[in-house]
């Protein structure tokens, strides 16, 4: 199950990416924009992206269409990445990979290098993820030299996020997204290793390169204008976007988020994986990020009670397994501590070990919980609208709820949302500092990283990858 944690983060990237776009796929959300004559024979499409939902079939990153017989995509088919030409109803390219996508925790850089006017086959389509060429491939149908592709079309619209009026919506995060007209670039000028992590591949100032006639650079860091094209030409138009859709999540700093390859049952998640819908019986999931050490700080907005069972709190990764398997309840045994949003009889109580404490504080909808974790110490702390329960001071590390959390293994994050024989919709979303819901105030750590609610504890962190490397 993909995880991250602090031996594969990078503290110190060098060239620091703000901002991404959130695109939720319930939404419908997508960019468009209707490009002038442009150079058809050759452009590069450089793009980074954390995919949300894996649930559906197609997802498209861009698209032009104008018909089922002239078209252009780049696409995850499910879990593979697909780029398709179609033209007078010929399919003169398609390149299915034979790399699957399915890791939701993790950013990927993709280039797609295309040059017709290559006299050998193999040099007119390079596709590139995360700084190696790809080699592989379930099918490559390469061009024909000199071949135009529907792409820069002059008066065509040009698609991000969608397929035209065929309803595939993209789920999950962009970032970086680079349209270059007129040149065939490589991965090596949008990105580089890391000199003190080779693995890790990571962003570098794109702003040097020849953009051409169409180009664009959408960097995402207008949340009032997420399609600004900062290379100074005509803006994207958004649809069904918002300013809550400008993330910080980043392939620069990368924030945890709930985990679609980890829940027992979840019925729904959407909005980058941090909106919690349950429709049915069972229900819970886990955190993308787990932490060793370091001190904590998340939040968590409720939406929509039902008379059953919502808990928020933390495991431990022994208690994983269990929690793959079954439709587990944060604190029904020895391995979790969470807090009751709602039940039958506990809302507003802590639990641990299958018991609930005495009352503290309840909650209702709109209600916001934070949860603090010193995991040096061993120590969770509960709040409810900016107050500590019990009386808690997680700074000065007093009045915790519980105490006793191992301190010599990871911990994660974790949500149960079980609807059982209630009835209605339970909602929450999770804020682990890339709110998915507007901020009212806005307050970040002591790093300068997350956007929460409400104050963050002295010497607690949001979960990111800066800060895990720093402290987790």
């Avoid at 033209?87 to 797609?112: E, M, N, Q």
């Avoid at 650079?217 to 138009?237: C, I, K, P, Q, V």
């Avoid at 933390?314 to 969470?338: D, Y």
């Avoid at 039958?344 to 934070?370: E, Q, R």
């Amino acid at each position: 199950m993909p995880l991250i944690l602090g031996t594969n983060s990078i503290k110190d990237t060098g060239y620091d990416v703000a901002n991404s776009c959130r695109f939720n796929d319930g939404d419908e959300a997508e960019m468009t924009k209707s490009f002038g004559s442009g150079n058809q024979k050759k452009f590069t499409v450089s793009f980074w992206v954390k995919r949300g939902s894996l649930a559906e079939t197609d997802f498209h990153i861009l698209n032009t269409r104008a018909s089922d017989n002239d078209r252009f995509h780049i696409l995850f088919y499910q879990n593979d990445l697909w780029v398709i030409n179609v033209s007078s109803g010929s399919t003169t390219l398609k390149f299915i990979t034979d790399r699957k996508f399915r890791d939701p925790s993790a950013w990927y850089h993709i280039v797609v290098s295309i040059d017709t006017t290559q006299a050998v086959e193999g040099n007119r389509v390079k596709i590139y993820v995360n700084g190696t060429q790809e080699t592989s491939f379930s099918t490559s149908t390469y061009p024909s030299q000199n071949d135009d592709m529907y792409v820069n079309n002059n008066g065509v619209t040009h698609y991000i996020g969608s397929n035209y009026s065929y309803n595939y919506f993209f789920d999950g995060y962009l970032a970086e997204f680079v349209f270059i007209d007129g040149t065939a670039y490589a991965a090596s000028d949008f990105g580089e290793y890391d000199e003190d992590s080779p693995q890790i591949w990571k962003p570098i100032d794109v702003s040097g390169l020849t953009f051409g006639t169409n180009g664009t650079y959408l960097d995402f860091e207008a949340s009032g204008n997420l399609g600004n094209d900062a290379n100074g030409g005509t803006d994207w138009t958004e649809v069904n976007l918002a300013a809550t859709d400008q993330a910080t999540d980043t392939p620069t700093n990368n924030f945890a988020t709930l985990n679609p390859l980890a829940p027992a049952n979840i019925s729904s998640a959407s909005e980058g994986n941090l909106k919690i819908v349950q429709s049915s019986s069972g229900g819970s999931a886990i955190s993308t990020i787990g932490f060793g050490s370091g001190k904590w700080y998340w939040e968590i907005e409720i939406d929509s009670q039902v008379t059953y069972t919502q808990l928020a709190g933390v495991i431990k990764e022994s208690q994983m397994e269990a929690a793959l398997l079954t439709s587990f309840n944060v604190g029904a045994n020895s391995g979790g501590w969470s807090y009751f949003l709602q039940s039958n009889t506990d809302n507003g109580k802590a639990f641990h070990n299958n018991s609930a404490s005495s009352v503290y504080t309840t909650v209702s909808d709109g209600d916001i919980l934070s949860i603090a974790v010193d995991a040096d110490n061993g120590k969770i702390y509960f709040g409810v609208n900016g107050t500590w329960v019990n009386s808690g001071d997680p700074a000065a590390g007093s009045n915790e709820v519980y105490s006793g959390l191992p301190t010599d293994e990871i911990i994660f994050p974790a949500i149960t949302n079980y609807l059982g024989t209630g009835s209605g919709t339970p909602t929450m979303l999770m804020n682990f500092g890339n709110p998915p819901f507007s901020i009212s105030s806005g307050n970040a750590d002591a790093n300068g990283y997350g956007n929460f609610e409400y104050a963050v504890p002295n010497s607690y962190y949001s979960l990111c990858t800066k800060n895990l490397a720093e402290f987790g």
